[in-house]
């Protein structure tokens, strides 16, 4: 059951749903998936690895604000989902806390459940709160915060909790002991070929709807003002004033992307990718998709820390350290060795393992 349509993969949770279910099926899953609508087009492309997909609309109406359940739950109720679930006796995989209201009802207790943990959700709202500037926007996610904090118990009742990054689990192992499983994050797994450099720039992609995305490109904006080298901003979105400020300055452009695949072709082609956050939470999606497609990358250590793939990547904190290294990688080549040592460490997220590790807990 899915929190949103996930297709196409083209943001950090979706892409891990997504190529779940690519994996799951190619070891003979039948699945019925059960999505979330509220924006995203119907996907034809997900009846090639699903039985059926039904989709149900998310109640976005003010009201639900003011409700104790969190937002991101309460505007995921449905009585169709909750009868259409009660049609047959399979297990259900919940994806993420939004779409586990089944759970509180009790009318599940006797089917198989899994709980799929993006993020330890209480945490991750309130790093939202810090990243942004609009008081109503800071209560809102302040407030969902203790929400979620005190919701989070509810998915005692499932019988397997699958985490996402090591980090994760240590939490949700310390509170909820032998039902949390750790399972890799799943994505689009290709082996890194991509030496060939012939325009040498940075780039930056990411959902500039997010706050910690927005407060992250700001921090990177920072870095390459006054630089002679190149930075590239790439989003499906931006806003007037911050498409306005980056005009002024010479070196840093922005690039809207259209498709999937326009973006990877740009992540092939970047010499350099800068990656920071200001929140420690889950595995950065972004930062698997550079590593099995792209060339340099530097991150400060809340992309890095605890993921295994720490030598990987260049790390830097502060703004000088950032500015020394991509004075240091503009002009050193990517090599094949460089290739081999990810290839070497991406091999711990290889979906088709993750996939069988659901599976044996399936039977």
Not at 80 to 109: A, Q, R, V
Not at 255 to 280: F, T
């Amino acid at each position: 059951m899915s929190f949103d349509i996930p297709y196409p993969p083209n943001y950090g949770g979706v892409i891990d749903v997504y190529y779940k279910i690519r994996n799951l099926n190619s070891l003979g899953i039948d699945i019925i998936l059960h999505c979330f609508e509220y924006g995203r087009e119907h996907a034809k492309e997900l009846e090639k690895y699903c039985k059926k997909v039904n989709y149900y609309i998310r109640d976005m109406q003010f009201t639900n604000l003011i409700s104790r359940t969190p937002y991101i739950v309460k505007t995921r109720q449905s009585k169709n989902l909750i009868n259409n679930l009660l049609k047959d006796s399979f297990p259900i995989l919940f994806e993420g806390l939004h779409t586990t209201y089944p759970l509180t009802t009790n009318k599940f207790n006797n089917r198989k459940t899994f709980v799929r943990t993006h993020n330890i959700e209480h945490n991750y709202y309130n790093g939202l709160k810090h990243s942004e500037n609009k008081i109503s926007k800071k209560l809102f996610f302040q407030l969902e915060s203790i929400k979620l904090k005190k919701y989070e118990n509810s998915i005692q009742k499932a019988d397997h909790i699958l985490t996402i990054s090591p980090f994760e689990h240590a939490y949700f192992k310390k509170h909820f002991g032998d039902k949390a499983t750790y399972v890799p994050v799943f994505f689009d797994l290709l082996e890194n070929k991509n030496t060939l450099t012939s325009n040498i720039f940075s780039l930056w992609h990411g959902d500039l709807t997010v706050a910690d995305n927005r407060k992250s490109l700001e921090y990177i904006i920072n870095i390459y003002k006054g630089l002679s080298h190149k930075l590239v901003i790439a989003s499906n979105h931006i806003e007037k004033n911050l498409l306005n400020s980056i005009s002024k300055i010479e070196n840093i452009s922005f690039k809207k992307i259209n498709s999937y695949d326009e973006l990877q072709e740009l992540i092939k082609e970047a010499h350099i990718h800068p990656l920071v956050s200001y929140q420690k939470t889950g595995i950065k999606l972004r930062l698997l998709n550079i590593l099995s497609q792209g060339k340099h990358i530097i991150a400060n250590d809340n992309i890095i820390e605890d993921t295994g793939l720490e030598t990987c990547v260049h790390i830097a904190n502060d703004i000088k350290s950032f500015r020394n290294k991509i004075t240091e990688l503009v002009p050193k080549k990517f090599l094949k060795e460089d290739i081999e040592i990810r290839n070497e460490y991406l091999k711990l997220f290889n979906p088709k393992n993750s996939a069988q590790l659901i599976l044996d807990l399936l039977e």
